[in-house]
């Protein structure tokens, strides 16, 4: 299995929109997204559970971030609205979560099995 494919990033003002896509071969039950800054420590900012489609939020991206999974496709997609320069990240696609039950955010993403290569996302005040 190959690692997930990212794409959709770019630069744009604050308060515009971005959808970032994920191509995966290797479709986990979880899948999610984590971003990391320049000095900052990596974060999840949005998992969804491919089966019920069940998902979970960073608590700053709540209400701004949405993710969704095309089953048919194997593609994860995560749609940002109201974006601001604190989103600024390279953000990743995520696969072959580290644990057992419900698809939840919390860990370091350090564990999980399959990253993709990333997509710089810049948002400029």
């Known amino acids: 299995q190959g690692e997930p494919v990212e794409s959709g990033g770019g630069s744009v003002q604050a308060g515009g929109s971005l959808t970032l896509s994920c191509a995966a071969s290797a479709y986990t039950r979880c899948m999610a997204w984590f971003r990391q800054a320049p000095g900052k420590q990596r974060e999840g900012v949005a998992i969804i559970s491919t089966g019920s489609g069940d998902a979970q939020y960073l608590d700053s991206v709540k209400g701004r971030f949405t993710i969704s999974r095309d089953n048919t496709k194997n593609m994860v997609y995560l749609q940002m609205n109201s974006l601001t320069p604190e989103d600024t990240a390279t953000y990743y696609c995520?696969?072959?979560?580290?644990?057992?039950?419900?698809?939840?955010?919390?860990?370091?993403?350090?564990?999980?099995?399959?990253w993709g290569q990333g997509t710089q996302v810049t948002v400029s005040s």
């Open positions: 995520v696969a072959g979560q580290p644990f057992r039950g419900p698809c939840r955010l919390g860990d370091d993403g350090s564990s999980w099995k399959h």
